[in-house]
T-cell receptor, first 112, second 111 residues
Framework: QKEVEQDPGPLSVPEGAIVSLNCTYS??????FMWYRQYSRKGPELLMY????GNKEDGRFTAQVDKSSKYISLFIRDSQPSDSATYLC????????????FGKGITLSVRP | NAGVTQTPKFQVLKTGQSMTLQCAQD?????MYWYRQDPGMGLRLIYY???????DKGEVPNGYNVSRLNKREFSLRLESAAPSQTSVYFC??????????FGEGSRLTVL
């Protein structure tokens, strides 16, 4: 089992839909959880970051972490065509030899 | 601010040729990384440098070498390119807590 598993996609939704993107993990040492967004032919950029179980909201985006079940989610409300991108989850352990591990990414297309 | 600058943006090589991908940052971050991104494989760490003067192997280091020239610059060298090294290469710096700043990528094709 890979340390981080992400729904493979691709995902296509109509404009205005609620989008749910998910990742599961097996390493309980992961303590920091991130979502990166990558537009076509660009580098990934940090979208959201959280370290505790529960929800974190930023505008139309909500990051959810459930450490007991080892999964994280990113919700996008009122999705827009400009949200069309690849979304990568990422997780990091703590300590001197902390490790950052990415999911494989899911490509989202929001249709006008 | 330019952030993280990679050169070249595109390159086509023949099998066996060598080349160096350059990366420079103006963010004053200590840690720098080289990743490759392939369809269905996600981002895979090739090498990283926690600080000037140190480098360490990542997940897929075979066929690559790196040089941390100074705090700003971290280069990736392919000594004898192979078709399996066709990929998009990203350089990144690390601010902390998990926040990486990526360059725009270098697209390499090896024929």
């Amino acid at each position: 089992q890979k340390e981080v598993e992400q729904d493979p996609g691709p995902l296509s939704v109509p404009e205005g839909a609620i989008v749910s993107l998910n990742c599961t993990y097996s390493n309980s040492a992961f303590q920091y959880f991130m979502w990166y967004r990558q537009y076509s032919r660009k580098g990934p950029e940090l979208l959201m970051y959280t370290y505790s179980s529960g929800n974190k909201e930023d505008g139309r985006f909500t990051a959810q972490v459930d450490k007991s079940s080892k999964y994280i989610s990113l919700f996008i409300r009122d999705s827009q065509p400009s949200d069309s991108a690849t979304y990568l989850c990422a997780m990091r352990t703590t300590g001197a030899n902390s490790k950052l591990t990415f999911g494989k990414g899911i490509t989202l297309s929001v249709r006008p | 601010n330019a952030g993280v600058t990679q050169t070249p943006k595109f390159q086509v090589l023949k099998t066996g040729q060598s080349m160096t991908l350059q990366c420079a940052q103006d963010m004053n971050h200590n840690s720098m990384y080289w990743y490759r991104q392939d369809p269905g494989m996600g981002l895979r760490l090739i090498y990283y440098s926690a600080s000037e003067g140190t480098t360490d192997k990542g997940e897929v280091p075979n066929g690559y070498n790196v040089s941390r020239l100074n705090k700003r610059e971290f280069s990736l060298r392919l000594e004898s390119a192979a078709p399996s090294q066709t990929s998009v290469y990203f350089c990144a710096t690390y601010r902390g807590i998990g926040e990486l700043f990526f360059g725009e990528g270098s697209r390499l094709t090896v024929l």
